[in-house]
Protein backbone atom coordinates (compact mmCIF):
# COMPACT_ATOMS: atom_id res chain seq x y z
CA UNK A 1 0.00 0.00 0.00
CA UNK A 2 1.40 3.16 -1.56
CA UNK A 3 -0.68 5.44 1.01
CA UNK A 4 -2.25 6.99 -2.07
CA UNK A 5 -5.62 6.39 -2.45
CA UNK A 6 -7.84 7.23 -5.35
CA UNK A 7 -11.75 6.87 -6.33
CA UNK A 8 -13.50 5.44 -7.61
CA UNK A 9 -11.45 1.83 -8.66
CA UNK A 10 -13.62 1.83 -11.96
CA UNK A 11 -15.89 4.29 -13.97
CA UNK A 12 -18.00 3.13 -16.60
CA UNK A 13 -19.75 6.44 -18.72
CA UNK A 14 -20.77 7.43 -22.34
CA UNK A 15 -19.33 9.66 -24.86
CA UNK A 16 -20.01 13.23 -24.29
CA UNK A 17 -20.78 12.87 -20.31
CA UNK A 18 -18.34 14.27 -17.48
CA UNK A 19 -16.50 12.79 -14.99
CA UNK A 20 -14.71 13.75 -11.93
CA UNK A 21 -11.65 11.20 -10.43
CA UNK A 22 -10.55 12.31 -6.78
CA UNK A 23 -6.88 11.92 -5.51
CA UNK A 24 -5.90 11.93 -1.89
CA UNK A 25 -1.65 11.93 -1.74
CA UNK A 26 0.58 10.38 1.08
CA UNK A 27 0.64 12.27 4.80
CA UNK A 28 2.11 15.18 4.51
CA UNK A 29 3.19 14.81 0.35
CA UNK A 30 2.71 18.20 -1.56
CA UNK A 31 3.22 17.07 -5.03
CA UNK A 32 0.17 15.37 -6.91
CA UNK A 33 1.01 13.86 -10.25
CA UNK A 34 -1.62 12.38 -12.82
CA UNK A 35 -1.29 10.18 -15.42
CA UNK A 36 -3.04 8.37 -18.05
CA UNK A 37 -2.11 4.64 -19.00
CA UNK A 38 -3.91 2.95 -22.28
CA UNK A 39 -3.66 -0.25 -23.92
CA UNK A 40 0.16 -0.79 -25.04
CA UNK A 41 1.06 2.89 -23.77
CA UNK A 42 3.52 4.32 -21.59
CA UNK A 43 2.81 6.37 -19.10
CA UNK A 44 1.85 9.92 -20.10
CA UNK A 45 2.08 12.26 -17.74
CA UNK A 46 -1.06 14.95 -17.29
CA UNK A 47 -0.16 17.49 -14.72
CA UNK A 48 1.19 18.47 -11.17
CA UNK A 49 0.20 20.35 -8.72
CA UNK A 50 2.14 21.43 -5.53
CA UNK A 51 1.10 22.74 -2.94
CA UNK A 52 -2.42 23.85 -4.63
CA UNK A 53 -0.16 25.41 -7.53
CA UNK A 54 0.22 24.22 -11.30
CA UNK A 55 3.88 23.02 -11.11
CA UNK A 56 4.42 21.38 -14.57
CA UNK A 57 2.28 20.45 -17.41
CA UNK A 58 2.53 17.51 -19.92
CA UNK A 59 0.03 16.05 -22.53
CA UNK A 60 -3.35 17.12 -20.72
CA UNK A 61 -6.31 17.90 -23.62
CA UNK A 62 -7.91 20.85 -23.04
CA UNK A 63 -11.22 19.12 -22.32
CA UNK A 64 -9.46 17.72 -19.15
CA UNK A 65 -8.60 19.99 -15.97
CA UNK A 66 -7.25 19.62 -12.76
CA UNK A 67 -7.17 21.29 -9.41
CA UNK A 68 -5.54 20.38 -5.98
CA UNK A 69 -7.48 21.72 -2.84
CA UNK A 70 -6.35 23.00 0.67
CA UNK A 71 -6.24 19.91 2.16
CA UNK A 72 -3.59 18.45 -0.82
CA UNK A 73 -6.32 16.16 -2.28
CA UNK A 74 -6.51 16.53 -5.79
CA UNK A 75 -9.18 16.18 -8.44
CA UNK A 76 -8.95 15.38 -12.46
CA UNK A 77 -11.72 16.23 -14.39
CA UNK A 78 -12.23 14.98 -17.61
CA UNK A 79 -15.48 16.81 -19.93
CA UNK A 80 -16.88 15.46 -23.49
CA UNK A 81 -15.55 12.13 -23.06
CA UNK A 82 -14.61 10.46 -26.36
CA UNK A 83 -13.79 6.40 -26.74
CA UNK A 84 -10.33 6.94 -26.43
CA UNK A 85 -10.40 8.48 -23.62
CA UNK A 86 -10.79 4.74 -21.91
CA UNK A 87 -7.37 4.44 -19.83
CA UNK A 88 -6.41 3.45 -16.60
CA UNK A 89 -5.59 7.08 -14.91
CA UNK A 90 -2.96 7.27 -12.43
CA UNK A 91 -2.22 9.53 -9.16
CA UNK A 92 1.06 10.02 -7.81
CA UNK A 93 2.34 12.05 -4.72
CA UNK A 94 5.89 13.17 -4.18
CA UNK A 95 7.53 14.84 -1.11
CA UNK A 96 9.83 17.68 -1.18
CA UNK A 97 13.18 17.78 -3.47
CA UNK A 98 15.34 15.34 -2.01
CA UNK A 99 19.10 16.00 -1.35
CA UNK A 100 22.31 15.39 -3.20
CA UNK A 101 20.64 16.60 -6.58
CA UNK A 102 17.95 13.70 -6.67
CA UNK A 103 14.17 14.37 -6.82
CA UNK A 104 11.75 12.34 -4.60
CA UNK A 105 10.48 9.37 -5.89
CA UNK A 106 7.27 8.99 -6.95
CA UNK A 107 4.41 6.96 -5.14
CA UNK A 108 1.57 5.97 -6.51
CA UNK A 109 -2.13 5.11 -6.42
CA UNK A 110 -4.09 2.25 -7.39
CA UNK A 111 -5.42 4.29 -9.97
CA UNK A 112 -9.40 4.19 -11.34
CA UNK A 113 -9.90 2.40 -14.82
CA UNK A 114 -12.06 4.74 -16.77
CA UNK A 115 -14.33 3.01 -19.85
CA UNK A 116 -16.50 5.41 -21.80
CA UNK A 117 -19.06 3.40 -24.44
CA UNK B 1 11.87 17.94 -27.49
CA UNK B 2 13.03 15.83 -24.76
CA UNK B 3 12.82 11.81 -25.12
CA UNK B 4 13.93 8.81 -23.20
CA UNK B 5 13.62 5.90 -25.31
CA UNK B 6 13.49 2.85 -23.72
CA UNK B 7 15.01 -0.91 -25.16
CA UNK B 8 13.01 -3.55 -25.95
CA UNK B 9 9.67 -3.01 -25.52
CA UNK B 10 8.82 -6.54 -24.86
CA UNK B 11 11.53 -9.02 -23.65
CA UNK B 12 10.36 -13.35 -23.66
CA UNK B 13 13.08 -15.37 -21.06
CA UNK B 14 13.13 -18.77 -19.99
CA UNK B 15 13.88 -18.51 -15.81
CA UNK B 16 17.03 -18.39 -14.85
CA UNK B 17 17.96 -16.25 -17.67
CA UNK B 18 19.81 -12.71 -17.54
CA UNK B 19 17.78 -10.06 -18.33
CA UNK B 20 18.78 -6.11 -19.12
CA UNK B 21 16.31 -2.76 -20.61
CA UNK B 22 18.46 0.26 -21.61
CA UNK B 23 17.57 3.80 -21.47
CA UNK B 24 18.53 6.68 -23.65
CA UNK B 25 17.67 10.10 -23.51
CA UNK B 26 18.22 12.30 -25.98
CA UNK B 27 19.19 15.40 -23.38
CA UNK B 28 21.50 14.91 -20.26
CA UNK B 29 19.89 14.03 -17.36
CA UNK B 30 19.89 15.24 -14.03
CA UNK B 31 18.99 11.78 -12.58
CA UNK B 32 16.87 9.00 -13.29
CA UNK B 33 14.43 6.80 -11.86
CA UNK B 34 13.64 3.10 -11.97
CA UNK B 35 9.89 1.77 -11.98
CA UNK B 36 8.23 -1.50 -11.59
CA UNK B 37 4.59 -2.19 -12.98
CA UNK B 38 3.42 -5.75 -12.13
CA UNK B 39 0.34 -6.93 -14.61
CA UNK B 40 -2.70 -5.14 -13.04
CA UNK B 41 -0.58 -2.84 -10.75
CA UNK B 42 0.47 0.72 -10.61
CA UNK B 43 4.50 1.58 -10.77
CA UNK B 44 6.26 1.18 -8.25
CA UNK B 45 9.70 3.04 -7.34
CA UNK B 46 12.68 0.75 -7.48
CA UNK B 47 15.87 3.15 -7.29
CA UNK B 48 17.44 6.64 -8.27
CA UNK B 49 20.73 7.57 -9.85
CA UNK B 50 22.14 10.80 -9.73
CA UNK B 51 25.92 10.59 -10.55
CA UNK B 52 27.40 10.23 -13.92
CA UNK B 53 28.76 6.92 -14.08
CA UNK B 54 26.84 5.04 -10.97
CA UNK B 55 25.98 1.69 -10.28
CA UNK B 56 24.13 0.09 -7.53
CA UNK B 57 22.75 -2.94 -6.72
CA UNK B 58 19.30 -4.31 -5.14
CA UNK B 59 20.07 -8.19 -4.74
CA UNK B 60 19.76 -9.64 -8.20
CA UNK B 61 18.98 -6.21 -9.89
CA UNK B 62 21.74 -3.55 -11.23
CA UNK B 63 21.14 -0.46 -12.49
CA UNK B 64 23.97 1.76 -13.89
CA UNK B 65 24.37 5.51 -14.96
CA UNK B 66 26.18 6.56 -18.12
CA UNK B 67 29.15 8.56 -17.72
CA UNK B 68 27.49 10.97 -20.07
CA UNK B 69 24.57 10.90 -17.79
CA UNK B 70 22.29 10.21 -21.39
CA UNK B 71 22.00 6.24 -20.67
CA UNK B 72 20.46 3.80 -17.87
CA UNK B 73 20.16 0.28 -17.77
CA UNK B 74 18.65 -2.32 -15.29
CA UNK B 75 20.26 -5.98 -15.79
CA UNK B 76 18.45 -8.84 -13.44
CA UNK B 77 20.78 -11.60 -13.09
CA UNK B 78 18.62 -15.18 -13.29
CA UNK B 79 14.94 -14.07 -13.69
CA UNK B 80 12.35 -15.36 -11.35
CA UNK B 81 8.61 -15.62 -12.14
CA UNK B 82 8.20 -12.55 -9.49
CA UNK B 83 10.48 -10.40 -11.98
CA UNK B 84 7.59 -10.36 -14.08
CA UNK B 85 6.27 -6.59 -15.08
CA UNK B 86 6.82 -3.48 -17.40
CA UNK B 87 10.50 -1.82 -16.23
CA UNK B 88 10.04 1.33 -16.93
CA UNK B 89 13.16 4.28 -16.48
CA UNK B 90 12.05 8.47 -16.23
CA UNK B 91 14.35 10.87 -15.70
CA UNK B 92 14.40 14.79 -15.13
CA UNK B 93 16.57 17.38 -17.95
CA UNK B 94 18.50 19.55 -16.11
CA UNK B 95 16.07 21.62 -13.78
CA UNK B 96 13.27 20.75 -15.85
CA UNK B 97 10.22 20.15 -13.90
CA UNK B 98 8.77 17.40 -16.01
CA UNK B 99 10.09 13.80 -14.94
CA UNK B 100 10.20 12.06 -18.76
CA UNK B 101 8.97 8.25 -19.00
CA UNK B 102 10.90 5.85 -20.85
CA UNK B 103 7.64 3.15 -23.01
CA UNK B 104 8.93 0.74 -20.60
CA UNK B 105 9.89 -2.37 -20.87
CA UNK B 106 7.50 -5.86 -20.49
CA UNK B 107 9.45 -8.72 -19.02
CA UNK B 108 7.76 -12.68 -19.16
CA UNK B 109 9.06 -15.03 -17.79
CA UNK B 110 8.80 -19.00 -18.70
CA UNK B 111 9.04 -20.87 -15.43
Known amino acids: DSGVTQTPKHLITATGQRVTLRCSPRSGDLSVYWYQQSLDQGLQFLIQYYNGEERAKGNILERFSAQQFPDLHSELNLSSLELGDSALYFC????????????????FGPGTRLTVL | GQQVMQIPQYQHVQEGEDFTTYCNSSTTLSNIQWYKQRPGGHPVFLIQ???SGEVKKQKRLTFQFGEAKKNSSLHITATQTTDVGTYFC???????????WGLGTSLAVNP
Open chain 2, 90 to 100: AGYAGNNRKLI
Open chain 1, 92 to 107: ASSGPTGLGGGRNEQF
Open chain 2, 49 to 51: LVK
